[in-house]
């Protein structure tokens, strides 16, 4: 036999445990330690029957609680405070006796702190916490129930199975009315609360600035920056285009202003179609294959440059689709502002002008002097690194003409330094590059590791020519490998497949969907055809379904199993020979029905029948054999003595 109450208190913990996981990353230290601390002490309690703290100490502990976390409350800090308090309460409840009371508080909290867990991350763990939370709530309660009718309450292992079997029918049949209310409710287009979900420790690749030299080394940052899901492309196509740096200033590349005289036409080649989901972050720039040329999805504003600019909120789970065309060239109607282009910070070393006006020397146009500046690049011996970097004040020149190593943004720099010296306008472009493709979702996965900056030359007659000096390195064949082979590459994508999967289905699950999967509902029922075959086939399915319905309905009006076929003859025999009604008071058991009767056949038949029901158990073939018997006899004696 099995307390239901252990039981009870076991599940509590367990419920308690689930809550306090997802936001254990998040809790500040007293609430990461006060909720283990009371777990155990909780439990030493349990085992004593004795509560010491509980009362007058736990109400203080949650005064102070509440007073420290109140202080801590601000509308940019609104979440934290929040949850650690909800913890702290937690702790509180652990720690006390385990009254029907206080455990369905444990409960209440464990589910609020869950819910709180998705203001910081909502990834596809969720969802795994959420099913065991609700599960075993839902044991708990029903256990509860027969716990508060008798206290001290056992049941035997296989009841105990019956009912949490029964328990968890619940859940499971409210699941697919819950899928249909995901499909069907309607749902704004940004999430409510994403002012809450802000990225704090995210540190984007795609920066707003390349500063070269400003460190001797750059750590790879393997976060996910976005999946791309589209066709599978060679390698030299992985470009993603973020936005363009076009203003040279003393310590590197910004963006400048916004502008309006150029006039890009309409960029040739392959068409290709994304739809990107980008990991949360501070940037307002939407990546797409470079050329990007048209967004939806999401709100944007469009420069010349072809940068889009997010105009919604940063920070919450976004997805838009993107139209780009796969090419090294972008046209433009007339020419540039080549002064804008040309522009050089106040301090440039002298080696470096010289090296360009050599280099470039006699050159018949800007082509030219293009192409003797990568010839250049691909001789120097130039070498790919994230480590030993040139620090210096002019770390442009150190790696010209000095280590000869460094990562994207020295090799972009320098090569459009050296354009713009030798009077060919040029600008870098920021985005990533690369990517691992995921052939079982049909994705790319893009790391923050694969920021990468190259170059865009304007030449008269072609318009904005797309050169990469890093791919001039002696090894840049090894940077941005497109997939992790073995086992341990398939298990990271197929764990990543689930991480997309959660996204593309619940978490960018929108408004816009829910009328595209109408929409395409309507069209293929529209669409649809029924041939002579087909129609043979529904109509023998639609008479096998009534004939198992029919089957089914019989089967009900029978009583199921011997054991109930057994009691209906026995009420049979007892409205036969004594008059009883066929359906007795259900207050009224077996034993007190046939005790007043004074028939043996009677009396050991539900002797027999009752040890076997009401013990949870079936009846042997033994003891169905001697009930038949009994069932021969029950009456006898009474028709007997009732004959003339």
Known sequence: MVSVKTVITILAYLVAALGYLPVVLYADWPARLAA??????GIAFDRRGRHPLAGIPATLFTVVAFAAYLLQWSRSNPAAPVVNFLVMLLSVRLINEKSPRNLLQIFALSLFLLAGSSLFSLSA???????????????????????????????????????????????????????????????????LLSFLNTPGEKITGLSERVEPGTS?????????????????????ALYWRGLVLDTATPAGWVRGATLTSDSPAQPQGRAVRQVIYPEPSRTTYLVGLNVPIRMDGIR????????????????????YEVQSVVSDTIAVRGTVDRNRYLKLPERISGRTIDLARRLTAGAANDAAKLERIEAWFRDAGFSY????????????????????????????????????????????????????????????????????????????????????PSAFAVNFDRVGEASRPGMLGTMTRVVDSFSYLWIQTVITYDLQK??????????????????????????????ALAALGG?????????AGREKRLLKRLRAKLTRYY??????????????????????????????YGGAVYHDRHLTPDEVRRLDRLLEEIGRRHHRRSSP
């Open 36 to 41: 283990p601390l009371a777990l155990a002490l």
């Open 125 to 191: 763990l969720f969802l795994l916490y959420l099913t065991l939370l609700l599960a075993l709530i839902a044991i708990a309660l029903v256990l509860l129930a027969f716990h508060s009718v008798e206290e001290g309450i056992s049941l035997t292992s296989r009841a105990l199975r019956r009912v949490v079997t029964a328990a968890l029918a619940m859940p499971a049949a409210s699941l697919p009315l819950l899928l249909v209310f995901f499909a069907i409710l309607p749902r704004t287009q940004f999430p």
């Open 216 to 236: 001797s080394s750059v750590a790879d940052v393997h976060t996910v920056a976005f999946r791309a899901e589209c066709e599978r492309l060679e390698r030299n």
């Open 300 to 319: 944007n504003r469009q420069a010349n440059d072809f940068t889009f600019v997010n105009r919604g909120r940063p920070g919450g789970r976004i997805r």
């Open 385 to 468: 690194a994230t480590t030993g970097l040139p620090v210096s004040d002019d770390p442009v020149d150190a790696f010209l003409f000095g280590s000869k190593r460094g990562h994207c943004e020295f090799f972009a720099s320098s090569f459009a330094r050296l354009l713009r010296v030798a009077g060919v306008p040029a600008r870098l472009v920021g985005g990533y590059y690369g990517g691992e493709y995921n052939e079982l979702a049909g994705y790319y996965l893009v790391t923050e590791d694969r920021a990468h900056v190259w170059v865009e030359a304007f030449i008269d007659g072609r318009g904005w020519v797309m050169v990469d």
């Open 514 to 543: 829910q009328i595209e999967l109408v929409r395409t509902a309507n069209s293929r029922f529209k669409d649809l055809r029924m041939p002579g075959d087909v129609r043979l086939v529904l109509a023998a399915t639609i008479g």
């Open 551 to 559: 089957v089914l309905v019989i089967r009900r009006q029978r009583p």
């Open 579 to 608: 008059g009883l009604p066929r359906d007795p008071d259900p207050s009224q058991g077996l034993s007190e029905v046939v005790a007043g009767l004074n028939d043996p056949a009677a009396t050991e038949f539900v002797a027999i």
